[in-house]
């Protein structure tokens, strides 16, 4: 009975990615903006179409404040939010639906109590936001106006894989094989140089806003694992192996493909 009821899953799904037609021009106008995609392997690079063509049909975009959202946006969201998930597939995202875009920054009101028992509130512009068991709250911007180094749609989306087994605290549920050691070790290690090296004012291959916590630590080195993977290696090569583990994909290897340098390990002969 469960084979069969899984089965039903299955080609319900299906039906529903067939309905979602997206064109190879607007497969190209969407990529055109993620240029960091074409660190993926050519197969990678199929399944992250047919993952995005499944989230969309599967989840309901929404624009806030009056943002008009067209078929471009939410392809492009689509191919980002699926980035985190090329190795486990779509089941990482379940039991939610929403993804709502707003047009550029927005303020969430906050409720903070102190030690005293003081309740505190006060508006909070942010980019993005991801609700455990909710939406995903994105911010859209033209491309002239887009934050620079930021990608707030890998970063939410990693949220949502940290949320997997609870909190979000930087240990997202790790694949058979990967041991947490290794991972508490790398992270735990890499997390505290970072904020040290935040705290001097050194210049860094990750977003300072990672000090805040080790979730944001993770969500933000997930962002440069997928488009500034050498320069993240280079600076956090324990914590770029883990990633390169979790999520399956080795886009350094694609970057040093793409700009013509040696692969990793690879010997130069002198002339």
Known sequence: ??????????WRRQRRTDAVPISGEMWAHAEAHLPFLDYLEPDQRHRLR??????????????????????EVIVTIALQACLPVLRVGLRAYRGWVGV?????????????????????????????????????LVSWHDEADAPEGVNVVVHEFAHKLDMENGEVDGLPLLPPGM????????????????????????????????????????????????????????????????????????????????YGEPPRGATIEAP
């Open 50 to 71: 047919e993952l995005a063509r499944a989230f969309i049909a599967e989840k309901q975009f929404y624009g806030a404040q009056g943002f008009a959202l067209s078929d």
């Open 1 to 10: 009975m469960f084979g069969i009821l899984e089965r039903f899953r299955r």
């Open 179 to 258: 041991p947490r050691k290794a991972w508490a070790e790398a992270f735990s290690s890499g997390y505290e140089r970072f904020c040290a090296q935040v705290d001097a004012g050194v210049e860094t291959a990750l977003d300072p806003y990672g000090s805040e916590s080790p979730g944001e630590f993770f969500a933000v080195a997930s962002e440069a694992f997928f488009e500034a993977p050498c320069a993240l290696e280079e600076d956090f090569p324990a914590i770029y192996e883990q990633l390169r583990a979790f999520y399956g994909a080795d886009p350094a290897e694609g970057e040093r493909r793409l």
């Open 100 to 136: 709502i875009v707003y047009p550029g920054d927005f303020v969430i009101p906050r409720k903070v109590m102190d030690e005293t028992g003081v309740v505190h509130e006060y508006d909070d512009e942010v980019l993005g936001e991801a609700w455990e068991g909710g939406p995903v």
